[in-house]
């Protein structure tokens, strides 16, 4: 029911720039904090960054200074502006929400999307 589409992938070369975008949709009443995380080949998903609803930050030591995460709250969505990139920084990327649908709902639940392929070469 409630969705999180990654958009903004691609292939670029070390050194350039990507604009990944998390959209939430299908029936929301609230979200609390919202994150990127990243997994590489045979590595563990690691986190990225993360936002809260007030807009507080907070970075992964590899990625400070080169990435900046922000949202948009009217549309439900958050963006990561990913700079200076390296091949390290290769891996799918997949948003997380924190999500209650209802008024009524006690807690946030996590939501995730389905990752968007960024490849980052030397």
């Known amino acids: 029911q409630v969705q999180l589409v990654e958009s903004g992938g691609g292939l670029v070369q070390a050194g350039g720039s990507l604009r990944l975008s998390c959209a939430a949709s299908?029936?929301?009443?609230?979200?609390?904090?919202m994150g990127w995380y990243r997994q590489a080949p045979g590595k563990q998903r690691e986190l990225v960054a993360t936002?809260?609803?007030?807009?507080?930050?907070n970075y992964a030591d590899s990625v400070k200074g080169r990435f900046t995460i922000s949202r948009d709250n009217a549309k439900n969505t958050m963006y990561l502006q990913m700079n200076s990139l390296k091949p390290e920084d290769t891996a799918v990327y997949y948003c997380?929400?924190?999500?209650?649908?209802?008024?009524?709902?006690?807690?946030?639940?996590?939501?995730w999307g389905q990752g968007t392929q960024v490849t980052v070469s030397s």
């Open positions: 936002i809260t609803s007030g807009g507080t930050t």
């Open positions: 299908g029936g929301i009443f609230s979200i609390n904090a």
């Open positions: 997380n929400a924190d999500i209650r649908k209802y008024l009524s709902e006690l807690n946030y639940r996590a939501y």
